[in-house]
């Protein structure tokens, strides 16, 4: 039954495999669009995502009512207690594919996400899992490893059928892959066959792992996959290189921390929750979730300290101003919590550069009102910081008000 799909994936790996990183246009803005002077040349503008948002992404095994093994497995109350934390904790939790869409820059997602995924496909994740996961109406992914589905190599009665992943797959679950038989792929041997593996036959194997187990998915389920969890965690650069050139979007490890918009997608951290371990649940939780005591506290910061430009107070000659603040001066930023927010414009896609600690955005949409106020918060060690700071505005194009404004005094 299995030896159908094992030698099937090898052939068609280069002929499919378009990666998504080529595919996908570079973002760079066109060096053709110089500015000119048409007066009412249609405006493209890029969403503004919420630069800010922090996605948790869990991971569970098996959900069953005795647990023996506590590393992989946690009781249904458990399971269902942690998806209560979440809401309870102002988390929501989105699709594996609005996080994707977010990283992009093409989809805002609320300030406090979770990702929910459940690993190697064993049957309680359909029989128990899922309908927990339903009554909270939760989306959630499956990574799942081909060889252990049922039928295959190490598919045996606990595991999910194809029919199962079927459904859910109908469902809207979103299936992602784990790798084709579950090692640890940085070493050059194959636990199944029980061989070491030379140079090449390790890159022929590397291939069906990472290559042959997203086009068997994609195949029996007639999905894209975009998603790969290396199994245990274990990666190096050739592994990431292997998935980028497979086309797989993001790669997901064990190492859990926050993602942000800077988190680099071939390498995102997932918590893996065990039975025996509930805190680790619920200090990631903790970490980015909505205090229920109120709101969290936020030091405040003199804008005077931060250098900013335009200056507290100070009045401008232009509606569309280059609105810049030096952060070096606060240690320990998370550099993917720096937000920019403008009166009349709200978040702004303003740019950080941890190195100079400088965030700047140009405005590029004339400002309105005579005053602009411009708040900025970042997270320093856990703790929020803002500053805030407001200055005016002077252009004949600034205001609504039809009175003969006050032309500025050319300069020479
Ligand atoms: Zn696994």
């Not at 994609?218 to 998603?227: P, R």
């Not at 371990?277 to 619920?282: E, L, R, S, Y």
Request: charged share 20%.
């Amino acid at each position: 039954m299995l030896t159908r799909f094992t030698v099937f994936p090898f052939i068609l790996t280069f002929v499919i495999c378009q990666s998504v990183f080529a595919a996908k246009p570079a973002s760079k803005s066109s060096p053709s669009a110089a500015p000119t002077a048409a007066p009412s040349a249609p405006k493209v503008t890029k969403p503004v995502v919420d630069q800010t948002a922090q996605v948790l992404v869990f991971g569970w095994h098996r959900v069953v009512d005795k647990v023996r093994r506590p590393d992989t497995e946690i009781t249904p109350q458990d399971f269902e207690k942690q998806m209560q934390e979440l809401k309870d904790h102002g988390i929501t939790v989105i699709g594996m594919q609005d996080l994707l869409a977010w990283k992009r820059g093409e989809k805002s997602i609320p300030p406090r996400c979770a990702i929910l995924t459940l690993d190697d496909g064993w049957k309680s994740q359909y029989e128990v899992g899922w309908p927990i996961l339903k009554k909270f109406g939760y989306p959630f992914t499956l990574f799942i490893y081909t060889e252990g589905v049922r039928g295959g190599h190490f598919g045996g009665g606990e595991a999910m059928t194809w029919e199962m992943l079927s459904e859910m797959r109908d469902a809207g679950v979103d299936i992602e892959a784990h790798s084709a038989t579950h090692q640890d792929l940085r070493k050059p041997y194959d636990k199944v066959t029980k061989k070491k593996l030379s140079p090449p036959e390790y890159e022929q194997w590397l291939q069906n792992e990472i290559v042959g187990s997203k086009q068997l998915l994609e195949q029996k389920l007639g999905i894209k996959v975009n998603c790969f969890a290396v199994p245990y965690g274990f990666y190096n650069e050739h592994i990431k290189e292997v998935c980028r050139n497979a086309g797989y979007e993001a790669v997901f490890t064990v190492y859990g921390q926050p993602i942000t918009y800077t988190s680099p997608l071939d390498s995102l951290g997932r918590y893996l929750i065990e039975g025996n371990k509930p805190k680790v649940f619920t200090d990631a939780v903790k970490l980015i979730g909505t205090s229920t005591g109120g709101a969290t506290a936020v030091a405040e910061v003199g804008a005077n300290s931060l250098s900013t430009q335009p200056t507290d107070g100070e009045t401008v000659r232009t509606a569309l101003p280059l609105i810049k603040a030096n952060l070096s001066g606060i240690a320990g930023i998370d550099p993917g919590s720096v937000q920019m927010r403008v009166s009349g414009l709200g978040v702004v896609p303003a740019s950080y550069d941890p190195k100079t600690g400088t965030v700047a955005y140009q405005v590029t949409q004339k400002l309105r009102d005579k005053s602009c106020t411009v708040i900025l918060t970042v997270k320093s060690e856990g703790k929020k910081i803002e500053t805030h700071w407001t200055f005016g505005i002077e252009e004949s194009g600034a205001g609504t008000s039809i009175s003969p404004s006050v032309a500025p005094t050319p300069k020479k």
